[in-house]
């Protein structure tokens, strides 16, 4: 299983925060084309969203997750949605067709992550590089999450955050989150220390 919203051979043609004509303020998703066209969950979560924006997004879908991050899937075939508001899904789930509705330049699914009005990086969720490039599916299998609430570990922090949690230096909470937008106290910070001897 991946948190890939796709499976098979895909592309990614336009990548979260790339400047250009269509976003003078840095693209806020990730642009997937694959040669399978359902779209697939990317997480256990409730649809809290079934719309048509036709000068924007087209046909889309918003699922949010038990951790509150809310999932958006972009310029699906209109009237494929697979699933109702509050309907339960998971990353078995069929929610839609890739499509080319809305304010788009061809057939892609646009994917977006955010929790509240924060825009987060979607590769480091999907556990794929935030690059142009071709893929597959089965090269992103993943075996469990690292923390619960690892998407919002920047892409760049992630391999220390793995190295630090391997070697004991640091952990999560109790509920299974590294929270890294949390301050440090002195007196984690001492912990930290005495664990590095």
Not at 22 to 32: C, E, R, T
Not at 104 to 130: C, F, M, Q
Request: net charge negative.
């Amino acid at each position: 299983m991946t948190h890939l919203p796709i499976t098979g051979a895909f592309r990614v043609t336009a990548i979260y925060g790339q400047k250009g004509t269509y976003w003078a303020n840095g693209h806020k998703g990730i642009d997937l084309v694959a040669e399978d066209h359902r779209i697939y969950s990317t997480c256990e979560g409730t649809v809290k969203t079934v719309a048509f924006d036709a000068d924007g997004w087209g046909q889309y879908i918003v699922v949010e997750d038990q951790k509150g991050l809310r999932h958006y899937f972009c310029h699906l075939v209109r009237g494929s949605a697979k699933v109702k508001v509050g309907q339960a899904v998971d990353p078995l789930t069929v929610i839609g067709t890739m499509g080319a509705t809305g304010n788009v330049t061809g057939l892609h699914l646009h994917y977006e992550l955010r929790k509240g009005s924060t825009v987060l990086d979607p590769a480091a969720w999907l556990g794929i590089p935030n690059r142009v490039g071709n893929y597959h599916s089965s090269d992103f299998e993943v075996n469990e999450m690292l923390y619960k609430d690892q998407a919002e570990i920047p892409a760049w922090a992630k391999e220390a955050v793995e190295k630090v949690t391997e070697k004991g230096w640091m952990e999560g909470d109790t509920q299974g989150n590294f929270r890294p937008n949390d301050p440090i106290t002195r007196a984690e910070m001492a912990m930290i220390l005495s664990r590095l001897n």
